[in-house]
């Protein structure tokens, strides 16, 4: 029987999502072991293109990190140091990552303008402000809805975080529908169900799925349509996952990786994300977290950076090592930054007036800064954008054009804000 | 009233009586059958008649939400009465478990599975559960939905559809064009609809004028937060493609239909209680108060026929007008006399679900065969000359799940003289959160359509919820069919249970061989159990 899978009129046109609705995880990228020799690693860069989020949760002060404004009534008791770049200098408390500037890429003149953490995260991860009627999709559900390709088995969106349950997310993807929507590894540990139970033998699985398998062939014999093929497709999907969990599994790098990143959970997540990415998994989310620090921002920025700066600069330099970085987008971001001001208890604020995030990769100009701040980092004095411009230049530099459109319900959506465009500049 | 509108409504109500007048003889099955018939391309594409194992747990799923249990099939199929099939449909219909079906049904369709937050769960469930078991009016049911301000706790459940929207403007009236009226009409917010010719953004405001002087008070936060309304306040809008960027404004309106003339009210006695702080105002006129009767009205044609379309689309597994929310004239219904048939019958029957869709069960179009003839493959599913097969939706599954692996009989037998559909329920609700969970749409979003993501799939697959149930446990299927002594018993008993029929009989010999050469029944029959409830033939209503 025919379905009528498109609508009678052409509001529900062929769109992408159309043609891509049933291809799920399926896919290929071979081999359970992570790629370890860079040309082999050059190979799959070639093809794929990915994205890594480092999510510093809280609002990381961005005088504290890219921003520094030493000396000045708001600078705080840190140095400013230089890098890798002459002339660009950073806060002394990312002395790593201040040797890789030549593959950083930081936008100082951020001006979101929402300072309530939910809806600066919004802003940051959807590109748009908050909307009565419409949920817009995470960036890591439009990459992993535009970027996947057709040959593979793992899943596309998949986040890191350090605490609370693992599990399938429904909402992240907004109007893109659940089956972009992210996977949670909470703490790295993969959702309880990928794994087959100790309770169900292989014979068992293998013998029950060839059951399964015979009694739909039989059922579709005469009763078939577009849903039942990818409700019986779907088993198979699903054991390709589930023979490759060792993609999701830390555990199986090289320890010496695992000395290098750091013996502590960021590390071990960040270490994670590098196996997932090498894997073939379209995006990955890592957060890292307390940066609300409302009290003691400098004890805690003391801490909280010294834990983040070796892991992101071992990552930064296997994949630039690798040869994937070309193909890898990477974004340190927060929902927001802190106050220039402190406050009484040598804490920041929240503040989205004028903050910074870090780039990198992916053919972004590296080893440059743009937008600028005034002397003591209150206000942005040149070149301000906000979360709309970050998201264009995102989906530029993945090789996208986010002026394109999404069609839910056959009404148009575009990509990314169409009152916003890509930062140029920094775009090669 | 002016009087071309007069005229309209004249036009309106003499159609509608003469055309049930002309077809007075004949009952609405027969109609749907006619109609249907009418639209096939060649009758030879057409499915045959269901039989009766498939009209069984067909019928059983649609109107009740379960499938039968083993004893139910095996005593409908030995049965040789000829009007067994409408007498099982009567049953249905007047059981409780038709009323949590559709109970159910509205829940998702009402509330998109949002959270609860001002209205509590088991309050609505319980409004719309009584609703279903009196058979209200469906009409009156949506008036009172859309004519409730949450103020008296006796009756406050009603108002579940605007206080757990918190009244947000769009949402509202988004949802009351695309429930009510079958106009998805969102793309007209902010211009007319680019593609929709019918839906201009006049129909937008026109059904938020009826809200735009309601608000939540005290507040929206509160969850004891009832409606109140203003004397004043216009709703106004300016198209984003003008570029005169001329602002406009409507009187409430529903589209097709006329406009609200608001009573105008002298200066100073605009307020029953007029407006102070902390204090609830109540207007002496009020637009929200014209909503439900201007939305069901009947010389509202949209509602109607998105009323039936719906209950067309629950029963047949797709719309006349499909999808259900975008009637409009360039997606015009599949079969539009019938559609008007089911529109004017319906009304002409006071809105009575429980004849409408005990109309659709008894036709022949709702019980021909899922299995496509030769030839069939090309027909289109909008002509229904072979059944749709349907996904069960997340509480049709989980009950389903919880009625195969034997559950719900074990359960039955604990409660013994205890045991009504109350007791039992409360029961199995426990074990049906997980389905709900996985294989329900996102809170606040209309159902998506049918996918099958990864974690549903390693839910049956891996799951411990999934994996508890069919451990055997005294009266479940596999403890049932495990002390049976033959493996072809063993075989029908299984069949009988997980898919409301009888093994064929390659079926039966190929189960029986593997349960012979089995080092251990019991665990393989746990996993033909698993096989047969992770297939199509299951998942899906057929």
């Known amino acids: 029987m025919r379905e009528n899978v498109m609508k009678p009129c052409e509001y529900a046109c062929q769109t992408e999502e159309h043609q891509i609705s049933r291809r799920l995880f399926l896919g290929a990228a071979a081999g359970l072991a992570g790629f370890t020799a860079p040309s082999v690693a050059k190979e799959l860069s070639s093809g794929q293109k990915r994205m890594l989020v480092i999510f510093l949760s809280g609002g990381v002060s961005q005088l504290e990190t890219w921003d520094p404004k030493p000396n000045t009534d708001t600078g705080g008791p840190f140095r400013a140091i230089p890098t890798s770049v002459p002339g660009i200098h950073i806060s002394e408390l990312l002395p790593q990552a201040a040797k890789r500037m030549h593959l950083l890429t930081l936008v100082r003149g951020i001006n979101t303008a929402e300072d309530e953490h939910g809806r600066g995260a919004t802003i940051m991860l959807t590109g748009r402000r908050t909307e009565a009627g419409i949920k817009y999709p995470e960036v890591g559900a439009v990459a992993s809805n535009l970027l996947v390709t057709p040959n593979r088995d793992l899943p596309g969106h998949v986040q890191i975080t350090p605490g609370g349950g693992s599990g399938f997310n429904k909402e992240d993807a907004g109007f893109l529908g659940p089956k972009f929507a ?22 068992s699985d ?3 799925e060839a059951l399964r398998q015979k009694l739909n062939a039989q059922f579709a014999q005469s009763r078939r349509s577009a849903q039942t093929d990818a409700y019986t497709e779907s088993f198979e999907q699903a054991a390709k996952v589930a023979a490759r969990a060792g993609a999701f599994d830390a555990g199986r790098e090289d320890p010496k990786a695992a000395d290098r990143y750091g013996r502590h959970d960021f590390g071990r997540h960040m270490l994670l994300a590098r196996r997932l990415l090498e894997q073939g998994v379209t995006y990955v989310k890592v957060t890292h977290t307390n940066y609300d620090t409302h009290h003691e921002n400098f004890d805690f920025h003391i801490e909280q950076l010294s834990e983040f700066d070796r892991p992101f600069s071992m990552l930064l330099d296997d994949l630039a090592d690798r040869g994937l970085l070309q193909s890898t987008l990477v974004v340190v971001m927060s929902e927001f930054g802190r106050t220039p001001r402190i406050n009484d208890r040598y804490g920041r604020d929240h503040w989205s007036k004028a903050w910074s995030v870090a780039m990198a990769g992916c053919g972004l100009k590296a080893g440059a800064v743009i937008g600028k701040t005034n002397a003591n980092g209150t206000a942005v004095t040149e070149r301000e954008v906000h979360g709309g411009h970050l998201f264009h230049t995102y989906f530029k530099a993945l090789g996208l054009n986010p002026t394109k459109n999404f069609y839910p319900d056959g009404r148009p959506i575009p990509i990314a804000d169409p009152k916003a465009a890509a930062i140029s500049e920094i775009l090669t | 009233m002016g009087s071309p509108w007069r005229l309209l409504l004249t036009m309106a109500l003499a159609s509608t009586f003469f055309s049930s007048k002309l077809q007075a003889e004949e009952p609405l099955h027969k109609g749907i059958d006619r109609i249907i018939a009418e639209g096939f391309e060649s009758p030879t594409k057409a499915a045959s008649p269901a039989k009766d194992a498939e009209f069984l747990r067909r019928v059983t799923l649609d109107l009740t939400g379960r499938i039968p249990s083993a004893t139910e099939t095996r005593a409908f199929l030995a049965n040789r009465t000829p009007t ?17 079906r559709m109970q159910e049904y509205f829940d998702v369709v009402l509330m998109d599975r949002r959270a609860d937050t001002k209205v509590s769960r088991a309050a609505w469930e319980e409004f719309l559960r009584t609703a279903f078991a009196s058979n209200k009016p469906y009409d009156e049911l949506v008036r009172e939905i859309l004519s409730n301000d949450g103020a008296n706790p006796k009756t406050r459940a009603a108002a579940k559809f605007f206080l757990d929207r918190d009244l947000e403007p769009t949402i509202v009236t988004r949802d009351i064009s695309r429930l009510f009226l079958g106009r998805n009409v969102q793309c007209a917010q902010c211009h007319d609809h680019p593609l929709v010719d019918d839906y201009a953004q006049e129909h937008f405001y026109g059904i938020q004028a009826f809200l735009n002087r309601s608000y939540l008070f005290p507040n929206a936060q509160d969850v004891k937060a009832v409606i109140a309304e203003k004397a004043e306040g216009e709703v106004s809008f300016i198209s984003v493609f003008d570029p005169k960027k001329v602002q406009k404004s409507t009187p409430p309106l529903v589209s097709g239909w006329k406009p609200i003339v608001d009573v105008t009210l002298e200066k100073g006695k605009e307020y029953k209680v007029a407006p102070a702080k902390d204090v609830k105002p109540i207007p002496a006129y009020s637009r929200l108060e014209k ?17 039936v379309n719906r209950l067309w689309a629950l029963m047949m597994g797709r719309g006349l007008v499909h999808p259900i929310d975008f009637d409009h004239s360039k997606n015009p219904p599949s079969h539009p006399e019938l559609l008007t048939l089911l529109a004017d019958e319906f009304v002409k029957h006071r809105c009575d679900v429980k004849w409408f869709l005990r109309e659709i069960a008894l036709s022949e179009s709702y019980q021909r065969s899922s299995e496509i003839p030769p030839g069939g493959q090309d027909v289109s599913q909008d002509r229904f000359a072979v059944t749709i097969l349907k996904p069960l939706s997340p509480e049709q599954f989980g009950y389903a799940m919880i009625q195969a692996t034997g559950l719900t009989d074990v359960y039955r037998k604990e409660l013994g003289n ?4 109350t007791s039992l329920h409360a029961k199995l609700s426990a074990h049906l959160g997980p389905f709900q969970r996985i294989y329900g749409s996102r809170p606040g979003e209309p159902e998506d359509a049918f996918s099958s993501t990864l974690d549903q799939t390693l839910f049956v697959k891996h799951g411990d919820h999934v994996q508890n149930l069919l ?8 403890e049932r069919a495990g002390k049976l002594k033959e493996p072809t018993d063993m075989a029908e008993e299984l069949y009988l249970t997980i898919y409301s029929r009888f093994p064929n009989e390659v079926e039966r010999r ?10 251990n029944r019991t665990a393989l029959l746990s996993d033909i159990a698993w096989a047969m409830l992770a297939s199509a033939e299951f998942r899906f209503n057929h």
């Open chain 1, 182 to 203: 992210s996977i949670t590894l909470a703490d790295g540990k993969p959702p309880a169900d990928l794994l087959r139970p100790a309770s169900i033998s292989s014979d």
């Open chain 1, 206 to 208: 293998r013998e029950r």
């Open chain 2, 84 to 100: 067994k099939r409408a007498e099982w449909i009567d049953k249905l219909i007047a059981s409780p478990e038709y009323s949590r």
């Open chain 2, 291 to 307: 909503l439900g009767a201007a939305i069901t009205a009947q010389e509202n044609v949209a509602f109607r026929r998105t009323a």
């Open chain 2, 418 to 421: 205890n045991a009504s559909e």
């Open chain 2, 471 to 478: 451990s055997p446990r005294v009266g479940s299927l596999i």
């Open chain 2, 510 to 519: 190929d189960i029986a061989e593997l349960l012979r050469m089995a080092k």
